[in-house]
Structure formats: C-alpha cells, structure tokens
C-alpha cells in the first residue's frame, strides 16, 4: 500500500494545518476534570467528521448512569462537555474497528515557561510544539486523517469504523466510559495515546489512596511528651517502600516495567513551634492485571487484593509502634484506574504490529507503564483493545510538549493500514 505513503507526502501540509487546528482550541481540564472547555473543539469535529459521510452523535456523560461502573470519577461536570461518536458504516461482511481518543488536555501551567505560545503550534527542527500534541490530539487527529485518507483513495470498508473523540480522560476516563455505558462496540478498539509507534496490548494498573495520621502535639521544647503524626508518617513512607521493593523482587510481567509506588503529596502540622497532631499523604500504588509470582506460576490479580495487601503491610508495622497501635493510620482510596490486557497472540495485536512495522521499520510489542481508557471497553465491555499511537509518555504533561512529526504521518499511514486490514 505505497499508494498511502505517496498520498500522504502530497497532503501533508493539509494534514499539518488539521492538527494546528485542533491544538488552537483550549480544551483543557479544571481543577484535574471536574470541569473543562472542549465544546467547541468537539463541534468542530463533529462538523469534520459529518463531511466524511459518517453518522456522527453528540452526547454528554451521564453521572447517574455511570457512577456504578468500576473506575469512575464522582464529581465532575459534563454540561456543554460531549462526547463525539462518529460511525463510517461499512457495506458489510467486515469486522468493525473503534479508534479512540480524547479531546482534553492538561492546563498549560505557566506560561513564562513555554518555548512557543501553547496554541499556536509551531514546528521547529521536525518537532511539532504544542498543548496537547502529544497528549493526545496528534493521535486523535492522525486516526481521522487516516479514515479521511482511506476513504478519498476510494477504498471501501466491510466493517463499521467508529471514531471516537471523548472528553475527561485526564480527569479519568468517564468519556470513555460514558461510551461504553452507550453500548458503542466493535470488533476491536485501537486508543491513540502516544506510544512511540510500539504497540500497547497490556498496562499496569493503580490505585490512588490517601493515609491519615494522629499525633499528639506539645510544644516543640517538650517534644518527648509528645508524639509527632510527621514523623509517624515517614515511618508509613518507608514502610511503603518497603513494600515497593519487596514487590519489585517478586512480581513480574513480561511485558511491563517493575512495579512502582509514588508518595506524590504530603501536609501536616501547623507551626515549627508546636509537635505535629495530623499528617495526610497522597500516593499511587501501581500493580500488574496478571502476574508471575515468585514461584513462577501465572496468576490474574484481583485489585481489591492489592489493596488489602497495602494496608496490612502499613497496619502490623504500626502495631509495633506504641502510639500508633492505639492511633492506627487510616487509608482512603479515591481513584481506581485499573490495568487492561490483551492477549499478545489476538489479531488484533499481532496485525496492528505487522502494519506499525511495515510504516516504521519497528515492529514492537510490549507494555504501558500508564493508565489509560483502554480498561473501559476490556473490563466492563469485553472488547479486544491496543494502545498504539504517536508520541511519547515523556512528552505528556510538560512544558514545551511536542510531537515528531514524522511519527504523526506515520500514525496516519498506519492507522489507515490497519482500518484496511482489519475490516475487509
């Protein structure tokens, strides 16, 4: 299929200026997805995605019908924040492909510290700078560009190919999970988050909690006849990494990086003066979906366990500690982004896989140490789903974020090759 590659070479000023498009729209989060701002960007896809020929719906997540599904988010507004479904009908006979991505974006931040204007991308040195290149509208952008390539060459497809452009991942996924509570399906899902043109069947999975300690405050002078929540709390702390490391020693997955736990935020106390009375930490614990155990047996893992696991670790060290045994921290577990996993050997991988490596010269398998909505339609719909796209995890949610711009027409060749492929 050279024919797509020498299509791209003479569109790919058209295909620069779609995706400088999209990055002029300020679709940021507020206050980490409780609100946000992409309306007017997901009208004007909608429009683009109607001059295709597809089927397009615009709709708002629904807290109500959500918040019984494992993995939402309580909490945040939908209103003037829809969803983009947009379904190029197939004349039959043909598997059917999802291709997924968000439309949301993190806050710039300060804008001193920005190389270009966040908006106004701008190419420098064959990199394409700007919010939300990378994370995530250049995937976004290359999975419509290659539905639009396939179609103006006048290629034909069995099978339905849905895009979907969906509000609130950052925020933690209820877009997607909004779509899936829909009952929008298909043979196979493809989410467009930067990859480096390596293909995601598998990631780890987290849960973000939240430990409490009491402490009995005195004045710092007597700080003997008191006892200190801060420095309970470091004795939490290393007691998690402990148990980071004991879990870095004995679990594995083949295709994931070891596990790890991050301490991210952490206050308490009110005074230099006075001994601390409360401390709180926030922290990620990530995990495997399955693993190989120190002894070498494959075994799924269920997340509940991890966090029980967790706690008691943190409990019998406290009840070594006087004060603590009577004072037991307490833990909160307020985000569960849960991992995904799609056996390697499915044809939806090992295909994806084979036309990534005909674009780029890679052909890669392997894992994503991220969360993502890819568990949305493998847990609760039972959907086969990769993760694949342009870009890289190293360039999401900083400043002066780019993309290659060579990995962005590549995307849109492979993504092309794929919806061929796959829905013939």
């Given at each position: 299929m050279d024919e797509f590659k020498n299509r791209i070479e003479n569109k790919q000023e058209e295909y620069i200026q779609f995706l400088k498009k999209l990055i002029g729209f300020d679709t940021s989060v507020i206050r980490h997805g409780e609100d946000g701002q992409e309306y007017e960007a997901q009208q004007w896809m909608a429009r683009y995605l109607d001059g295709l020929g597809c089927e397009v719906e615009m709709f708002e997540p629904d807290n109500e019908r959500m918040k019984?599904?494992?993995?939402?988010?309580?909490?945040?507004?939908?209103?003037?924040?829809?969803?983009?479904?947009?379904?190029?009908?197939?004349?039959?006979?043909?598997?059917?492909?999802i291709l997924n991505g968000h439309m949301d974006t993190m806050p710039a931040g300060d804008l001193?510290?920005?190389?270009?204007?966040?908006?106004?991308?701008t190419e420098e040195d064959g990199k394409l700078?700007?919010?939300?290149?990378?994370?995530?509208?250049?995937?976004?952008?290359?999975?419509?560009?290659?539905?639009?390539?396939?179609?103006?060459?006048?290629?034909?497809?069995?099978?339905?190919?849905?895009?979907l452009s969906v509000v609130d991942e950052e925020g933690g996924g209820n877009g997607s999970l909004a779509c899936v509570d829909r009952g929008i399906t298909a043979d196979g899902v493809i989410i467009a988050e930067g990859t480096n043109m390596e293909v995601f069947p598998v990631n780890r999975?987290?849960?973000?909690?939240?430990?409490?300690?009491?402490?009995?405050?005195?004045?710092?002078?007597?700080?003997?006849?008191?006892?200190?929540?801060?420095?309970?709390?470091?004795?939490?702390?290393?007691?998690?990494?402990?148990?980071?490391?004991?879990?870095?020693?004995?679990?594995?997955?083949?295709?994931?990086?070891?596990?790890?736990?991050?301490?991210?935020?952490?206050?308490?106390g009110v005074a230099a003066s006075t001994v601390p009375d409360h401390c709180m930490m926030k922290f990620e614990i990530d995990y495997y979906p399955s693993e190989i155990d120190k002894f070498g047996n494959w075994q799924k893992v269920d997340k509940h366990t991890v966090v029980r696991e967790v706690e008691d670790y943190v409990y019998n060290m406290a009840k070594g500690d006087p004060w603590m045994r009577e004072h037991m921290p307490r833990f909160t577990w307020f985000q569960d982004c849960s991992p995904f996993e799609t056996q390697t050997?499915?044809?939806?991988?090992?295909?994806?896989?084979?036309?990534?490596?005909?674009?780029?010269?890679?052909?890669?398998?392997?894992?994503?140490?991220?969360?993502?909505?890819?568990?949305?339609?493998?847990?609760?719909?039972g959907i086969p789903t990769v993760v694949f796209g342009p870009?890289?995890?190293?360039?999401?949610?900083?400043?002066?974020?780019?993309?290659?711009?060579?990995?962005f027409f590549q995307a849109i060749e492979t993504y092309a090759k794929m919806i061929v492929e796959w829905t013939r």
């Open positions: 019984s599904y494992p993995g939402y988010n309580a909490g945040h507004s939908y209103h003037k924040r829809p969803n983009v479904s947009a379904r190029y009908r197939g004349s039959g006979g043909g598997k059917s492909l001193e510290r920005w190389k270009y204007d966040p908006w106004e991308m700078y700007g919010l939300g290149t990378d994370d995530m509208k250049g995937g976004l952008s290359a999975a419509v560009l290659a539905l639009e390539l396939v179609l103006s060459m006048g290629y034909e497809p069995k099978g339905d190919i849905i895009i999975g987290a849960w973000l909690g939240e430990v409490e300690v009491d402490g009995k405050p005195i004045h710092a002078s007597l700080k003997g006849f008191g006892e200190s929540a801060i420095d309970k709390m470091v004795k939490i702390m290393n007691t998690l990494y402990e148990l980071e490391a004991k879990w870095m020693a004995t679990k594995r997955h083949p295709l994931l990086a070891p596990i790890t736990f991050n301490m991210g935020y952490i206050h308490g050997e499915h044809p939806l991988v090992q295909k994806l896989a084979d036309a990534a490596g005909e674009v780029t010269g890679r052909r890669v398998i392997t894992g994503m140490s991220a969360g993502c909505d890819a568990r949305h339609f493998t847990n609760i719909a870009g890289s995890c190293h360039n999401a949610h900083v400043y002066n974020e780019y993309l290659p711009k060579k990995q």
